[in-house]
């Protein structure tokens, strides 16, 4: 920061882009907006094997997951909004009320300004650059502040933005929690963040002191219930690809599991099977993500200890190298365990039993509202009961985590899993604010009038009736 202290170079950062939104919301149309999504697209192209060799020094994550994880969701994200901007930035038509009668009525979509972008460790490279796809898109300008604690891919971040942005329309600041705070400490036009729902309380009570609009992307525990009529070994695929899918540091990952007595076993058969077929035994397959540090490693054999010392049963793993830890599955869970209350966010996955949904659907219900939920059944009217009582951020049925994959669905949580929602049209609409606009064409209102006498009361009386 060229020896400046970090709060000062930030202010002048946010300065930098709050004297340019009024020529941005002039200059800065469908043409200039595509062209910045093009120059992201050419950018992350160029730098593919420096986002490859960041993320495997920062997670010890393959090439081929963080092809699939990190670079082809932006690079999706990056073509759908070119394809369909075009129509999201044109003004929608609302048709007049009976009081509105003779004028004519449009939506139009407005950047908000400045936004600020907090990313996650956890899918650091898709989760900073994918909401700018959204952000750009709106017509804005954004500050990134990339996780401290994937350092590695912070860092390639701060310098591919750098190479294809002025830093009036996007800048990276780099640093950890009082980066955070002074970032924070200002009036953006709208923050979005990923994180914690602990996290996400405090970025919202900021965002609060200058009537700051948020969009929470936060998680929870997301149940996955797989039910008697099951197709097993399409369950067991999906739950081992959901949940160990970068070693489990997935917002969206399958937490924990109820199965039904009736296919436990022959369940638990094939999903060890996928387990050994997918990354072998013991800690240390090329095939799945590392821990992102040793505290959260700490965190995870925490957890594993405390449940086994209050009862827990181990099924399959458990061991550990370091920052490696194997696909574990653990029965005989009970409330006063940790693992039971906490998210775990890993790759440890307990496993419930249950005969009657009803207490399955009554113990999700009193927990805060998880930002996924699964369920596996070929019985459709059983799978509509589950989805029908419950309420999450989203739902996948007979598959996990791909419904953040798709274009035409929000992306987000409800309540403690989140505010708002991403992606696709949703993204450019969180980053928008739908301005009313109302033209006078040969609007008969002012009949109506004062003073409320003689012909005014009666047209009144008119209506009234008319709408009572």
Not at 21 to 41: C, P, S, W, Y
Not at 169 to 195: C, M, N, R, W, Y
């Amino acid at each position: 920061m060229d020896g400046a202290k970090p709060s000062d170079a930030i202010s002048a950062a946010f300065a930098a882009q709050r004297a340019k939104v009024e020529e941005r919301r002039l200059q800065f149309g469908l043409t200039e907006r595509r062209a910045a999504l093009d120059k992201l697209a050419r950018a992350i192209r160029q730098h593919e094997a420096a986002i490859i060799a960041a993320l495997q020094q920062d997670f010890g994550k393959p090439e081929a997951e963080t092809i699939l994880s990190e670079i082809l969701p932006v690079m999706q994200e990056i073509r759908h909004t070119s394809r369909h901007l075009r129509r999201w930035m044109k003004p929608k038509r609302a048709l007049p009320s009976l009081a509105t009668f003779g004028t004519s009525a449009q939506v139009v979509a407005q950047p908000r300004g400045v936004c600020l972008i907090v990313a996650p460790w956890n899918y650091p490279f898709n989760l900073c650059l994918g909401p700018l796809v959204s952000c750009l898109a709106a017509g804005n300008s954004a500050i990134l502040k990339p996780s401290e604690m994937t350092p590695a891919t912070s860092a390639l971040i701060a310098r591919l933005i750098a190479d294809v942005f002025p830093p009036d329309l996007v800048t990276v600041i780099e640093g950890g929690k009082d980066v955070s705070q002074a970032l924070l400490a200002l009036p953006f036009d709208h923050i979005f963040f990923t994180g914690s729902p602990a996290v996400g309380r405090i970025v919202m009570a900021a965002a609060a002191k200058h009537l700051t609009s948020v969009t929470l992307e936060l998680g929870g525990k997301s149940p996955t219930i797989v039910g008697r009529d099951a197709n097993i070994e399409q369950a067991a695929k999906w739950i081992l690809f959901g949940k160990f899918v970068n070693a489990g540091q997935t917002c969206i990952a399958p937490d924990h599991l109820f199965v039904h007595r009736a296919v436990k076993d022959d369940f638990l058969t094939a999903l060890r099977a996928e387990i050994a077929k997918a990354y072998g035994s013991g800690a240390a397959s090329p095939h799945l993500a590392k821990i992102v540090n040793d505290q959260h490693a700490a965190r995870l054999t925490g957890l594993l200890a405390d449940a086994k010392a209050k009862g827990a049963r181990l099924l399959s793993g458990g061991n550990a190298q370091g920052r490696a830890i194997e696909p574990t599955l653990i029965e005989a869970i009970t409330p006063e365990m940790e693992i039971d209350r906490e998210e775990i966010f890993g790759p440890i996955l307990p496993v419930m039993t249950y005969d009657d949904i009803e207490p399955v659907l009554a113990r999700i219900n009193a927990r805060p509202k998880p930002l996924a939920l699964y369920v596996f059944d070929r019985d459709q009217a059983r799978v509509q009961h589950i989805l029908d009582a419950t309420t999450s951020g989203g739902a996948g049925v007979n598959l996990t985590v791909m419904q953040y994959t798709h274009d035409g669905l929000p992306f987000g949580g409800v309540n403690n899993s989140g505010i708002g929602a991403a992606h696709g049209e949703y993204g450019f609409r969180a980053f928008s604010h739908e301005r009313a606009v109302l033209r006078n064409r040969f609007s008969l209102l002012t009949l109506i009038f004062p003073p409320y006498e003689g012909r005014t009361r009666r047209l009144i009386d008119l209506a009234k009736r008319f709408l009572g």
